[in-house]
């Protein structure tokens, strides 16, 4: 399953599989894939530092990348000005905590221990924390540094190339993937309505060729609802140089969710139970659709705010509902590919998976060719 990329990043099969988890990311790698490692959690330059050793070693010397968010639009400045987190938290109304606390107060959900911080916090969506993480990131020799939310700054590109490092930046429309062009990315990741996180409105069947052509000739990723060796065989048939994956790696036993209600619910779920909602983040995310999800859309609330807001306004809410296991509440990013994830399987037996589905599409269009 190789490709012009995949040869060029020195990996066995152009799969590419994006993950928050550090054990999921190595064993990708190891099992003859692409691990990208997602920093957007980590609040903490050290926390990054610990992992990425960690990640290093378990890696047996293959390939690695790193995720990081720097949006292209950001509350967090104004004119030269860069804002704290607490003056960023500042911007937030009174009414919309008040909104968080009677959600949470309906559904009963308990308070934080005295003295125990939200434990999950998504500064990593304000540009000065995804810098700082970079500044840990460019001492190892990561092989690929990805945007999730539009191209990342001119800087950080060039720095990235100092260190020959490829750069993708995930797109949702053909017009995006001519402006990462346009900014020098390396690699356009072309991210389909059906995928997990942060999405656009255009499916990945459209989205593929198009892209493909928009940037000709240079490596698109098809992304978005992908989780068989089918699926990637129909995006290399599309001018695909490999896929992007990331919701398949969620019930891997690897995978490390912290949640065993989590895990079942997304082992139950069907691929009609997710929806695209601003609720987590600010922007478009796919995840599991939940009352939690079902309250932001409720007309007589008061509506989500623009990211870095959201994500700040609802941090502690996030990690008290994943702390007690709230199941009315609880959700996680995914795509619609949830519904092929029924079974709890290693890394490893996914990519095997991957490859016989991938060897019997092709079996099929070469007997449908003659060949």
Known sequence: MQTELSKRLGVEHAIFGFTPFPAVAAAISRAGGFGVLGAVRYTAPDDLKRDLDWVHAHTDGKPYGLDVVMPAQKVEAKGNQTLSEADVEAMIPAGHREFVRATLAKHGVPELPEGEASGWRITGWMEQVARSQLDVAFDYPIKLLANALGSPPADVIERAHAHDILVAALAGSARHARKHADAGIDIVVAQGYEA????????????????????????????????????????????????????????????????????????????????????????????????????????????????????????????????????????????????????????????????????????????????
Not at 226 to 236: F, R
Not at 316 to 340: C, D, F
């Open 196 to 371: 997990g996180g942060h999405t656009g409105e255009i499916a990945s069947m459209v989205l593929t060729p198009d892209a493909v052509e928009a940037v000709a000739p240079l490596p698109v990723l098809a992304a978005g609802g992908i989780g068989s060796g089918e699926q990637i065989a129909a995006a290399l048939a599309l001018g695909a140089q490999g896929v992007w994956t990331g919701s398949i790696w969620l019930t891997t036993t690897e995978a490390d969710l912290h949640s065993r209600k989590l895990t079942e619910k997304l082992l139950a779920a069907t691929s009609s139970d997710t929806v695209r909602s601003r609720a987590l983040t600010g922007k478009p995310a796919r995840q599991l659709r939940t009352e939690w999800t079902d309250a932001w859309e409720d007309p007589a609330g008061p509506g989500t705010l623009p990211m870095p807001l959201q994500g700040l306004l609802v941090a502690e809410a996030v990690s008290r509902i994943q702390k007690y296991e709230v199941e009315a509440l609880l959700g996680t990013p995914v795509g619609q590919i949830v519904g092929r994830m029924n079974a709890e399987r290693s890394v490893r037996g996914v990519f095997d998976e991957l490859t016989r589905g991938f060897e019997r599409a092709i079996d099929r269009v070469n007997r449908i060719a003659g060949r």
